[in-house]
């Protein structure tokens, strides 16, 4: 819209979207995940090794340590709960 000659129409779109986003995180009935959770909540490190051209098959060319956190937790096996409405449990 700006970029249309539209800048005052622009803020006040962006400032609604500003608006709508924060009632949707302080609103009450979502948030925002802010500490671990699921089924590997309690494991701090994974290591993934790395084999060459991606293959398992192929040698091992390193390992990967990676530090789990809340954003990892969401991809984790069980972590889904969509018969709840994947809230956390």
């Keep these: 819209m700006a970029a249309d000659g539209k800048t005052g129409e622009a803020q ?6 500003i608006n709508y986003a924060n009632q949707m995180i302080d609103g009450g009935r979502y948030q925002l995940i802010n500490e671990r959770f699921g089924t590997r909540e309690n494991e701090e490190t994974f290591f993934f090794d790395i084999h060459r051209n991606g293959n398992f098959a192929n040698e091992k060319v390193d390992t990967i340590q990676v530090k789990a956190n ?5 991809f984790q096996e069980g972590n ?3 018969q709840d409405g994947n809230i956390r449990y």
Aim: charged letters at 5%; a negative charge; glycine letters at 0%.
């Design 12 to 17: 006040t779109v962006f400032t609604s979207s």
């Design 70 to 74: 809340y954003y990892w937790d969401l």
């Design 80 to 82: 889904v709960n969509y």
